[in-house]
């Protein structure tokens, strides 16, 4: 407690994306590694109690991997670098080596069997052998160890090519891939149960067994990200050239794509250099058309960046991923796609990563460009819809959700979001996206992180064999329903929100987005380039801006006009939202989280940040429709509820609420005197920095902030 009284609040330098690479790195030893084991016990336990038969949790699948794209992202990121790349691999490389040299360690120590007293594998003795004349250099070791004890021999040699694998991969001793080191540990694991060991595979090999298929040599996938206006500017200066050496003859291009090429240029060299699964995807932001998958494919094989698979599932390739963000592209998502895989040109790619296609979609972006109803409602039927085309054109889809912390980044329980996917769309595997500060909630503790990898996995079980739950397939009235709310929701937040001058000069005032660049939160720009469009603006700062305000405003802001609109037209209206309540998964995930944000709003001290604003007339019209529309959204979530007041069914979330804000509300009003001094010309590093500590407190006080 001492320490971390005397432990500075807020970062006095801004975070380095090395930094940012070290810190996404820190909860693996921690919190990450070690729960694999007992979840997959548990799940073994939780089999056996319902179907009346243990399996063995080492025969159960491989549900849960890792990853990451930190040091890969450099979407409106301009430290994102080739070294960034270079380096997230080797740090996540070391990392699980280490862990690997101090479980064989740990094994060394306590397998001390005796061939004395148990009949050892002659599978076993051959092996001790045969390293003993590969690897004279471990022999030292080896050889001061009792001669009985071939276990304690075996993985003196197997830590001899782990550490060479660590320190000199590409050396003769070191173990090439993590299968090689998967053997050898299976080769341990078969010879104790074969001679009455099974406890000690059980609890002692087991374990490190689960973690070398989970984490492999890599630890994590990286994933590649870049706009594809980037690769349409590359490839429009690049124009048809066959080679490189070719443009290079004609105009150089400009410095982001020389940027993009050698960053290319450098994957494709770290490819070769990694497990093959040390990369994952090559995403590509702002998606919109068939050419933004192709130009990818043009660009990295001119780059000498092979994007097809092994065919076998053992490498399997760099795959581009389209992530489709705004509302006009998630309805076009599904045409886009069903082109792209009916293409002669890319059926070699499809067969290379045998059948398989990745899409991610983007909640962030969706929301703040057609708010939080039409967002989750295009999502929705974008969703069904790629799995409809995709059965169609015989590929296995996987959707990877972009979802943020905050609701109106697509936050949110979990589990209620998996069960409340389309019925019939979901074909056991998803990603997902935890941001920085969920990373830190859901998996500083290894009890928590287990935890939350449990509910993870429950829900995409429970999608599987209930799909829709109590309704298959959304009711036709249902759907009727939502598409007239959705226009009615889209309308009214492009005309009050995106497309209201009022509002950029609004946010800017009312709320300290021009400030957090003090709290030196990340290495990313708030903007992709420098202008003032809403646009541009990223949706990182959109979000959190308006939480540290306490407005909420992507997270609930027209949901109610188009609630009530519906409801007005007449008693079967409203009837219908109350039944759709009961039985829409959809539904009720989208109006539950809409009621969590309208808990957290906090309007007396909103408009207080509204004070902050130069213009009284402009400050009082948007400050008014807010006002309005709060109300509105909150008469109406209570009306199709059934409650008295906001979280009624969920006390525990209540509760929390109520505890926290009398220490979080101090801080937002000692925020809102800071900004007064700094915006009214007072400039110190004093006041910079606790200006910046009330930043960081309010989020760690509010959490899921964005």
Known sequence: ???????????????????????????????????????????????????????????????????????????GNPYVTAESTRQALQLARENILAVYLAEVEKLRNLLTPSIHRMNTASELKAAVQRYALQLPAALANVDALPEAELYRQFLGFMLHRLRSALLAPTGPDAYKE???????????????????????????????????????????????????????????????????DQVALHQAPSAETGELLETLRAIAVLRRNNPPRAFGSYIISGAAAVQDMLRVVWLAELCG???AGSGDGRDP????????????????????????????????????????????????????DGGMLTSSWEIFKAHRALHQVAAECDISLRLFHGRGGTVGRGGGPTHRALVAQPAGSFTGSFKLTEQGEVINFKYADPALAQRNLELMVAAALEALARPGLVEP????????????MSAEA???????????????????????????????????????????????????????????????????????HALEHYAEQGDPQLALLKAMMKRFPFFYDMIRNVEIALAKVDLPLARQYAGLVEDPALRDRVFGLVVEEFERTRRMVLKITG?????????????????????VDPMSLIQIELLKRKRGGRQSQALDYVLAATINGIAAGLRNTG
């Open 178 to 244: 993590a299968g090689e080191f998967l053997d050898d540990l299976q080769l341990v694991r078969t010879s104790l149960a074969g001679a009455g060991g099974q406890r000690l595979a059980r609890q002692l090999v087991d374990p490190l067994l689960r973690q070398v298929r989970t984490f492999g040599f890599h630890l994590h996938s990286l994933d590649i990200r870049q706009h594809a206006r980037v690769h349409a500017q590359a490839a429009a200066e690049l124009g048809a050239a066959a080679d490189l």
């Open 317 to 368: 390739g760099m795959m581009p991923v389209p992530l489709f963000e705004s509302i006009e592209d998630l309805r076009n998502a599904p045409q886009i796609c069903r082109r792209l895989w009916q293409l002669p040109d890319y059926a070699p790619l499809l067969d290379s990563w045998q059948r398989r296609q990745e899409v991610m979609l983007g909640y962030s972006d969706s929301n703040k």
């Open 305 to 307: 960046l092979k994007m």
């Open 643 to 663: 409650q008295q007041c906001l979280l009624q069914t969920d006390p525990d979330l209540a509760q929390s609420l109520r505890l926290r804000n009398p220490y």
């Open 490 to 560: 889209f309308a009214f937040y492009r005309k009050r929100i995106a497309d209201n001058p009022d509002i950029l000069i609004y946010f800017e005032q009312a709320t300290p987005v021009k400030e957090f660049e003090l709290a030196k939160i990340g290495s990313r720009p708030a903007r992709r380039k420098q202008s003032r469009s809403l646009d541009d603006l990223r949706a990182i700062p959109w979000g959190f801006g308006w939480m540290q305000s306490r407005h909420l405003i992507p997270a609930w802001f027209g949901v109610g």
């Open 1 to 75: 407690i001492t320490a971390l009284w005397q432990t500075d609040e807020v970062r006095r330098r801004k975070p380095t994306v090395a930094d940012e690479i070290q810190m996404g790195l820190d909860h693996y030893p921690a919190s990450l590694i070690g729960p694999m084991a007992p979840f997959y016990q548990d799940l073994a336990c939780a089999i056996g109690e319902v179907f009346g038969s243990l399996p063995d949790p080492e025969e159960l699948p491989d549900l849960i991997h890792f990853g990451s794209w930190i040091g890969g992202d450099r979407d």
């Open 473 to 484: 397939r959304p009711e036709p009235e249902w759907e009727q329903a939502l598409e007239q």
